[in-house]
C-alpha cells in the first residue's frame, strides 16, 4: 500500500519562496507527482518525478529522493494566485493514484 | 478542446435517494476513473473503466456504489440509497492511455454531492 505524508497548512507573502515536503512509503515505486487544486476546482498535474533530482518548470520545481521516499515542490515568487491545496502522491499501479490529505498554501499581501 | 466534463456540479439529494453523476472524458480519452474526496482528506481512489468494462472497482465500497462507461455517452457513477456519509466531492479523471507507465490523468471540475 501507499503511506504519503504532507503538512496540513502553510502561509507565506506575496514574493516569498515556500516548500512543501512529502514523505512516502510505498510498496512498490511508480515515480510522485504533484498535483494543484484551488478551491472548487479541478486538480490540475504540476509534475511527475521518476528520477532523483530537481526537476524545473518555471516558477514551480519538485525534487525527488527515493533513497529516502522523500519530495518536495518548490513554489518561487510566489504570486496571490497560487493560493490553493498542492497534493503529493504515488501511482500505485499503471492507473490508480493515491493520494496524501493535500497542503493548503495561503499566499498573503 | 474541451476537458473532462462533469454534470451536475453540485448535487443535493435526500436520505434514500439516488444520486446519477456523470462523467465525459476529454476527446480522444478512452480511460475514465472516479475518485472521492472527504473534506480535509485526500482524493481516493474508486473505479478505473474503460469502454464498457470495469477494470478496477477495489475503491468502491461494494453496496450502493457502481459506475459504468458505456460505448455510447458518459461514464455514470451511481449511489444508490444516499447516507450523510456520502456527502463528498466526486472527482471523474480521464487519461489517453494506461500502459506500462503513469500517464497523466486530467481532471473534471468534479460533483458536489449534498445529503440532507
Redesign the interface.
Known sequence: GQNIDQPTEMTATEGAIVQINCTYQTSGFNGLFWYQQHAGEAPTFLSYNVLDGLEEKGRFSSFLSRSKGYSYLLLKELQMKDSASYLCGAPINDYKLSFGAGTTVTVRA | NA??MQNPRHLVRRRGQEARLRCSPMKGHS?V?W?RQLP??????MV?LQKENI??ES?MPKERFSAEFPKEGPSILRIQQVVRGDSAAY?CAS?PT?????????????TRLTVL
Not at chain 2, 40 to 45: A, M, P
Open positions: 476537458g473532462v480511460h476513473y475518485y480535509e482528506e485526500g482524493l481516493k481512489f478505473y477494470i478496477d475503491g472527482f487519461s494506461s500502459g506500462d507507465h503513469y500517464n497523466e490523468q486530467f481532471f473534471g471540475p468534479g
